[in-house]
């Protein structure tokens, strides 16, 4: 649904995606190194984007669904984000990882039976979402074959309608906040570069570092997700790896018809220390963007002097 009254020089955005990655999800409810529950973080992350004042169009899960690759967590994460996505009215898009089973992965998620390259497309209302499987059966680096890279070169050869939004686990991009990644990050990547090259791939989504960072590609904007399980800590004392129960984050991206805008979003709520009652946008909205302007912007305004019920009402 589009802003009825637009308070920027910008457009809204074509498309809204909500970018969410390694969810780690085990069997029976059991928790990582028997602290961190993955189920809850899941859910926390699917209660936050419920609250988005306008729904995404697609929920992209970039890998490692589920930890173990066990069954039971794959039909719970159906059960967890089947619904969600239903009440968004959101596509779900789901990518493979280095900690998925393609064969359960496959027949769970999609009703095939198949233990190859898990490589599939979805049409968002004209923006294309590739998920291209990067796995590698019995490791956790990433890899793309030559048959995989000759699909995608067929797939990019047609431009879709608004372009291309690339989903995969293994990020093409350096790594320096977490060097343990650097073995076992995506190989050959030279070889992506050439197909994506000059396509009309907008951006590239990945996971599997467990953190926010971003980078370009072929050049291209990279954005890699955060994982809603635990963190990396990209900046730890005296470890060479250190995972954490906290700064958990999904990511949301905002396509437009000149750029796509990625932004952060922690799961977990922070006290509030100054506000505005969401009441008060239908009063802005009222207004001229003159007058929008001096109210908002002008250093010794009502609005930023704190006493905004004198003029528009709510606080």
Request: net charge negative.
């Amino acid at each position: 649904m589009a802003h009825p009254v637009q308070l920027g020089q910008h457009p809204d955005p074509t498309h809204t995606v909500a970018h969410l990655s390694d969810p780690h999800l085990l069997a029976g409810g059991a928790r990582q190194y028997a602290v961190v529950d993955p189920d809850a973080g899941l859910r926390l992350a699917l209660d936050r984007l419920a609250r988005l004042p306008h729904s995404p169009d697609a929920l992209v899960f970039t890998g490692d669904l589920a930890d173990l690759g066990e069954p039971a967590a794959y039909e719970r994460l159906l059960e967890l984000v089947e619904p969600a996505a239903e009440a968004m009215g959101a596509q779900v898009v789901w990518v493979m990882g280095n900690h998925d089973e393609r064969a359960t992965y496959s027949r769970l998620l999609f009703g095939e039976e198949s233990d190859g390259p898990q490589d599939r497309t979805y049409d968002v209302r004209g923006l294309r979402v590739v998920s291209l499987d990067t796995s590698v059966p019995g490791y956790h680096h990433g890899e793309i074959d030559d048959d995989q890279l000759a699909w995608l070169a067929g797939v990019l050869a047609e431009p879709a309608p608004h372009g291309t939004l690339l989903a995969l686990h293994h990020p093409p991009i350096p790594v320096p906040m977490l060097r343990a990644a650097e073995v076992i990050e995506l190989a050959d990547q030279h070889r992506l570069a050439e197909v994506v090259a000059g396509s009309d791939v907008r951006s590239i989504l990945g996971g599997h570092f467990h953190f926010s960072t971003y980078s370009t590609f072929a050049g291209i904007p990279v954005s890699v997700a955060s994982a809603s399980c635990y963190t990396s800590d990209p900046a730890p004392l005296d470890r060479f790896v250190s995972g954490v129960d906290g700064h958990q984050a999904v990511t949301m991206v905002h396509v437009y018809d000149d750029r796509v805008v990625q932004t952060v979003v922690p799961l977990s709520d922070a006290p509030e220390v100054s506000g505005v009652a969401a009441t008060v946008v239908a009063q802005l909205e009222a207004l001229t963007s003159e007058e929008r302007r001096e109210m908002l912007s002008r250093k010794d305004s009502p609005f930023n002097r704190g006493e905004l019920a004198d003029e528009l009402g709510t606080w």
